[in-house]
């Protein structure tokens, strides 16, 4: 069915794949067939997720290497499965692949290998076809005896953030700029860590609910407090943020990868922070809802909107 | 980071995924969180597939309206859980969505929820971007005591078809000739039915392995001869065609949708098709190889090499 400006050749799509299996090793397991098989442990839950992308949405081609875009896509995915501080089981990769990426395809694949070693999640199948325009999807398949999700904080828990803000808004900036971004800004949107082992610990620890920061701290948090029906009371001062990011930046940067989560007060930032080699700063606590009141967000600053990637 | 050209407006992806979920009613379960979580009946094993129909390279703006292209991605999906046996348990859809399909989003999105409740499969989760080709990557999961797969095929099993091939091919060709479809031939390429009840119950008839068409019966005989290790003796007469249709367009007519098994040679077929209003048909048998022989398949016709989404 391909349209002429798309055909690669003869078998194309099966060298790739072959390709693919030969920088993944032992990584790939049961690809190739039409479904992989997994099994849950008995007494877990699975939690699934999926996350795509596109090329001139996610990135340009001219911020980030292949490697980093396989790795960030992702990473990226990881993470949905770290707000439910999941055990990784499994990922997917369905891959659309222009003509002018084909040489880079190879890059790609590590990269996206790198995030799955470091997670512990086999790559068990996916799906490589031609496009107009390069796109990832990832999905990916996790385990937990009780999984975090946006819904379960209580009135009197803690609001927690782990790592630093504002990375990826300060490194959008200057390319939007046509600057180069600072060294340590631009890491924090090519090569984001999913908070996977963080976030099981902080299950252990008695978390009670979690979201990723993939849409920015104001409105994540927003979305925590309509699932759980509370009222979070944000102490936007003590947000950490790196070196050269404003406040406003640092609670709109989408796409951090980092995790706020409803918590004991009482949990060991010091242990947190020697464990895992990144902060976990409390800004805030979950209160109960006023009768009549919606659920919310308060702060003393104006909280800017989400980051939505449909809008401007 | 959306491209001007790629722009919605604010909160439109929200908007989308709100129209979504008013279309779908209680088919669409727990989406919205960064993870669908699901639970595995004890004694089963997972099986799990991703698949993506991309604009111009798996059909054409107008050749199938938008509600067949969300039903068809979907059903395509879902029959590699036929290919397995497996029981539909949920499935997720990563949309990429460009300016010019936005008015479409909610047909797209109602063809994919007609494919999802013929399969008994709730919509979990997903993702909507923006981007410049109309993409959907449609993740299925589903269990099974024991899922068949492509390796399984014993000596001595027989080899049967479902279903009568060659529509998908002969439609192309019709579109591609600038021509009409018939309208039997048009419908196997719009509307395929995965054959998930018939795969479970052929399963339970003793089946050992299977694959779904949607590389076309003679490069799919192969992956199974192969990955069984076996020879596959194939009566490429009593393959059952559509009117219209040639011995070599069936053969190599690709995203067919219809399930190849290696089954005992003794099943009712009378039985199959009153139970699923479709034939299955015995067309050939699983041999073992002999010293020094390699996996493949023999016919008394050559066969067409395989269909590949990325050639010609």
């Known amino acids: 069915v391909s349209a002429d400006a798309l055909v690669l050749g ?8 072959r390709g693919f299996l030969a920088r993944w090793g032992e990584l790939a397991q049961g690809v190739g067939g039409d479904c992989a098989e997994l099994d849950v442990p008995a007494g877990s839950r699975l939690v699934v997720s999926t996350d795509t992308s596109v090329e001139d ?3 340009r081609r001219d911020w980030l290497s292949a490697r980093e875009i396989g790795y960030r896509a992702t990473a990226a ?5 770290a707000a439910a501080a999941a055990e990784p089981l499994a990922l997917l990769l369905a891959l659309t692949l222009p003509r002018g990426w084909r ?3 190879g890059e790609i694949a590590e990269g996206v290998a790198e995030a799955a070693r470091l997670a512990g999640a086999p790559i068990v199948g996916g799906d490589t076809t031609a496009g107009a325009a390069l796109s990832l999807t990832v ?3 996790g385990t937990a005896a009780r999984p975090l999700s946006r819904a379960g904080a209580r009135p009197g828990d803690a609001l927690w953030l782990t790592g630093t803000l504002g990375g990826p808004a300060a490194a959008l900036r200057a390319w939007l700029a ?5 060294p340590v800004h631009r890491a924090r949107f090519a090569r984001p860590l999913p ?13 009670t609910a979690a979201v990723d920061l993939s849409d920015g701290l104001a409105a994540d948090a927003r979305h925590l407090a309509a699932a759980s029906r509370v009222r979070l009371d944000l102490d936007a001062d003590a947000v950490p943020r790196l070196a050269g990011v404003e406040l406003a930046e640092a609670l709109a940067s989408g796409e951090e990868y980092e995790l706020l989560l409803a918590a004991p007060a009482a949990l060991d930032a010091v242990a947190f922070a020697m464990r895992f080699g990144v902060p976990i700063t409390r800004i805030g606590r979950v209160a109960a809802l006023a009768a009549g009141e919606r659920p919310g967000v308060h702060a003393r600053v104006d909280l800017p909107g989400g980051h939505d990637h449909l809008s401007p």
């Open 103 to 105: 040489d880079a395809a």
């Open 77 to 81: 995915a990881l993470s949905d499965l």
């Open 10 to 17: 003869p078998g194309r799509e099966f060298d790739l794949v």
């Open 57 to 59: 949405v996610h990135f």
């Open 195 to 207: 908070r996977l082992a963080e976030a099981r610990w902080l299950a252990g620890q008695g978390a």
């Open 178 to 182: 046509g600057a180069a971004p600072d």
């Open 139 to 141: 999905t990916v398949l």
